[in-house]
């Protein structure tokens, strides 16, 4: 039933910038917290960011605070990941949640794949 599809990545140079999306579906969007994960090659899962549906409060893992910004529109169901000054180390699969994921305690308790992410690489 819930239904996410997330698009925007691509190849950029360090210090460029993305923005990714994420469509959700098949749920009350505007009633749900959102997430973001990512996912580098050969490397486990690492919380992102989440926002929360209470009080639009969001979080932010301590490698891109200052650097990337969680956002939503509720008219569009629509999730969004704005990507400033990326380096190498961003590179990776991001995948969004329609739950709160809000530290990587979160991520490790339960997690499952809703999309099948978007690929972000940074290389010169």
């Known amino acids: 039933e819930v239904q996410l599809v997330e698009s925007g990545g691509g190849l950029v140079q360090p210090g460029g910038s993305l923005r990714l999306s994420c469509a959700a579906s098949?749920?009350?969007?505007?009633?749900?917290?959102m997430s973001w994960v990512r996912q580098a090659p050969g490397k486990g899962l690492e919380w992102v960011s989440c926002?929360?549906?209470?009080?639009?409060?969001?979080y932010y893992a301590g490698s891109v605070k200052g650097r990337f910004t969680i956002s939503r529109d509720n008219a569009k169901n629509t999730l969004y990941l704005q990507l400033n000054s990326l380096k190498t180390e961003d590179t990776a699969m991001y995948y969004c949640?329609?739950?709160?994921?809000?530290?990587?305690?979160?991520?490790?308790?339960?997690?499952?794949?809703w999309g099948q992410g978007t690929q972000v690489t940074v290389s010169s």
């Open positions: 098949g749920f009350t969007f505007s009633r749900s917290d």
């Open positions: 949640a329609p739950k709160a994921y809000c530290s990587n305690y979160d991520v490790r308790r339960g997690w499952t794949y």
């Open positions: 926002i929360l549906m209470h009080d639009s409060r969001t």
